[in-house]
């Protein structure tokens, strides 16, 4: 009831909020209108039109918008911003002193500053005509703005350096005409960025980017709800251990004498997912090597170690696939996991479950493959701007692929919730101890399955900022929300099964967990929202409840203790020892990738500075891959262990796995990641946003030499991928168990461990 309340108040305020996004939306103009000589500079569809186009090219795969996006190349808006605000201040400079700007004096500098400042902020959007005017030196500055992007986005040799250190390839839009509507859109996209709301103080991305040429700087709400988060954060970490010192804690169960698990035959279906594991591998192999080109994108621009590339694939390509297989892999481990657990809780193989399970796995590799060169082929310009939205590339980080073959994964994931259900349900509708925990594994089930379907929520000329808002609903609601909780879920059931839990234990724990996690994490989605020409009242939403986020990984150590100790319960405990260490890590990246990482970036003050910064690569390589890819290898290997004849089980090659994979990890970050974030973090502030994501400083010598210190992980990192991928191949070499009887009758596994 408890959760049931919290899912209903968290989801009406996530409503109520879209709500207002949507209604404070900054405006798409009918008409930008020269006041001067009413000559038309752009209409709402070229605007419209250019969010297509820089769609097609990658979009967010290369650079960003408000912030959201890739590394290497600048944030568009923030460029635009910056370059529009230099070229009008020379403009002036020019024609009343006689020198460019930079030539002036402070005195004269610090006069047109504050003149650009009230030419720039001021807002002049008509809402009952739709227009917006500029002055005719305004048009002038983005005529230059303008002319900069078509030539960039051209094979032109003037900017083909810049290009290669933005790592776009030459020629990457051939079409003069949809370079046109991207810069159209930029423009935009920095306008909101740079206006006043109308009679307000700040822009419609409240002051973000910082740019102090126009005066961007933090707003006091701002600041006043950066200080109110760490307040709360400190507060609620205060009162859980003061919760969990008066919780009374139970015995240690007493384990049984012998693997509960031992005597256990795996169904045919569940046989069937031996594929999905070993497709995972493939696709976590594949994730990694275009990883390494994508990384090293960012000292050779347009090659690898000296050959031409970026012809053939380009960034935004490896860019776009080596996120989205990350998505792929981890969620099709976490998806097979469930085909896989379900008869086995419940002792039920449904008829034709598995002709569903490999009509499911042949969808997916359709799915995947196909969407991957429909990307391709939209970053290559081959669609048209509509065809592309369907077939090609969307452009929006981890939703790239195009609405057909997003449609086709919804399908997929509705085939999966029914195979799921029809086996859990007998489980389900027995009394047991477990049913709380089965619930939740149920409704997650259901949630993972539905979700998705907010990719659905907007479409081709939707409003970047809604577009914003239901993309995170996937990112962060279904990746990081519903999955969490049914591998939770998923993870304590297996524990209860091999008698290492308590199945009351297991229940309080769950729901526990549910409901304070999805108590901060439903409404701390909006901390994604600061700055995407959203209201106020998101930065108070998304500060205080992402503050509350943070608040369980306090006793993250606890939980990961707790796993460890399972691994000494018994000598037969030993055959899980890996999939069990593999859950520690799982606790142990909770905390540094998403408690630590994840609350550096997330204060409003802090986010409004390193928003898009290798800080935030920081925490989404930490927690994305530390939390989330760390759980699908767990899960991996305890069906693995089911699957598998014990005799071609190696725990050496898993020994070194496990800390290759951690410890590449870790030096990642370390030695690479995170100090290239500070030292962008510290050109942010101190120079402004445009600065930190300028050739200036990702091409200086010390961000070049960070990028290469992160080879040495890379590679370690790349040992445990390879020795993961040759301990599945030791496993299908060594056989798989000896075949069963089709549809054999199944016991169900006694769900409580007493």
């Known amino acids: 009831m408890v959760l049931a309340l919290v899912m209903a108040v968290s989801f009406t305020a996530l409503g109520l909020m879209g709500r207002e996004i949507y209604r404070q939306a900054p405006p798409i103009p009918a008409r930008v209108v020269e006041q001067a000589s009413g000559a038309v500079l752009m209409t709402r569809e070229d605007i419209q039109n250019g969010q297509l186009a820089w769609q097609s090219m990658g979009g967010q ?47 004269l500098q610090g006069s047109l500053q504050a003149r650009l400042k009230a030419e720039m902020r001021t807002n002049t959007y008509d809402p009952e005509t739709g227009v917006i005017t500029v002055s005719a030196d305004r048009a002038a500055a983005m005529r230059q703005v303008k002319a900069h992007y078509l030539e960039l986005y051209s094979d032109g040799p003037a900017l083909e350096k810049l290009r290669e250190q933005y790592a776009i390839k030459n020629a990457a839009v051939p079409d003069p005409a949809r370079r046109e509507m991207i810069a159209n859109y930029y ?52 009162a859980l251990v003061f919760w969990h010192a008066r919780t009374k804690q139970e015995d240690h169960v007493k384990p049984p004498a012998g693997d509960p698990l031992e005597g256990f035959k795996p169904t045919p279906s569940m046989k069937a997912t031996g594929k999905y594991f070993l497709t995972v591998i493939g696709l976590f192999l594949l994730q990694v090597g275009l990883g390494a080109v994508t990384a090293h994108y960012a000292v050779e621009g347009h090659e690898f170690y000296g050959v031409q590339i970026s012809d053939i694939i380009p960034y935004a390509v490896t860019r776009t696939w080596h996120t989205q297989l ?17 008869p086995m809780i419940s002792g039920h193989e449904p008829k034709f479950q598995r002709l569903g399970v490999n009509v499911l796995w042949a969808a997916l590799v359709f799915v995947v493959l196909g969407s991957m060169a429909g990307e391709w082929l939209g970053v290559q310009q081959v669609f048209d701007i509509h065809t592309n939205w369907w077939f090609g590339h969307q452009g929006w980080e981890y939703v790239d692929l195009g609405r057909f073959w997003q449609t086709l994964l919804f399908v997929g994931l509705m085939l999966w919730l029914v195979l799921v259900s029809r086996a859990l349900w007998p489980a389900l509708r027995t009394p047991s101890e477990s049913k709380p925990v089965l619930a939740v ?20 000329h939707t409003h970047v900022s809604m577009v914003e808002y239901w993309r995170w609903w996937i990112v962060h609601l279904w990746v990081e929300g519903f999955f969490e909780v049914f591998a939770t879920a998923v993870i304590s059931l297996l524990l209860v099964n091999l008698g290492l839990v308590r199945a009351k234990t297991a229940n309080v724990a769950v729901l526990f967990g549910t409901i304070v996690f999805l108590f901060g994490g439903v409404l701390g989605t909006a901390h994604h929202w600061y700055f995407a020409g959203t209201p106020v009242s998101v930065i108070a939403v998304g500060s205080v409840f992402s503050a509350l986020e943070v608040v369980p990984l306090a006793l993250i150590g606890a939980e990961a203790f707790e796993n460890w100790r399972h691994t000494k319960a018994a000598p037969w405990v030993s055959a899980y020892k890996w999939p069990i260490l593999f859950f520690v890590a799982v606790a142990f990246w909770n905390l540094l990738g998403a408690g630590v990482f994840g609350f550096m970036i997330n204060p409003p003050v802090s986010l409004y500075y390193i928003q898009g910064l290798n800080t935030t690569a920081t925490h989404a390589h930490a927690a994305l891959f530390g939390v989330y890819g760390m759980l699908g290898i767990g899960l991996l290997l305890f069906c693995f262990r089911g699957l598998a004849r014990k005799e071609a089980w190696s725990d050496g090659l898993l020994k070194v796995t496990f800390w290759s994979l951690n410890g590449g990890l870790a030096m990642m970050l370390f030695m690479s990641l995170l100090p290239a974030g500070v030292v962008q973090a510290l050109a942010s502030i101190e120079h402004g946003y445009w600065y930190a994501r300028s050739p200036d400083v990702i091409h200086s010598p010390l961000m070049e030499t960070l990028v290469w210190l992160r080879v040495p992980g890379d590679i370690v990192f790349s040992v445990g991928a390879f020795s993961l991928a040759l301990f599945a191949a030791k496993l299908l070499i060594g056989g798989r168990k000896q075949p069963i009887v089709e549809e054999p009758k199944v016991e169900p596994l006694p769900i409580a461990a007493e």
């Not at 594994?441 to 081709?460: C, E, N, Q």
């Open 61 to 107: 795969q290369s650079g960003s918008i408000w912030g959201h996006g890739g590394y290497v190349a600048p944030d568009w808006s923030a460029d635009q911003l910056h370059r529009e605000a230099v070229a009008l201040l020379d403009i002036w400079a020019n024609r009343e002193h006689g020198v460019a700007y930079a030539a002036l004096k402070p005195e």
């Open 187 to 238: 423009w935009w996209s920095a306008w909101a960025a740079g206006t006043n709301r109308p009679d307000d103080t700040v822009t419609y991305t409240s002051n973000w980017p910082h740019e102090p040429l126009i005066g961007n700087v933090p707003s006091s709400a701002n600041m006043v709800w950066s200080m109110a988060s760490i307040i709360l954060l400190i507060f609620g970490v205060g």
């Open 326 to 342: 990350a998505v792929f892999w981890i969620a099709t481990a976490w998806l097979a996991t469930g085909l896989y657990v379900a």
């Open 441 to 460: 594994l149920f409704m997650s089930t259901i949630a993972i399955g539905m979700f998705y379907a907010a990719g659905f929520m907007w479409g081709k």
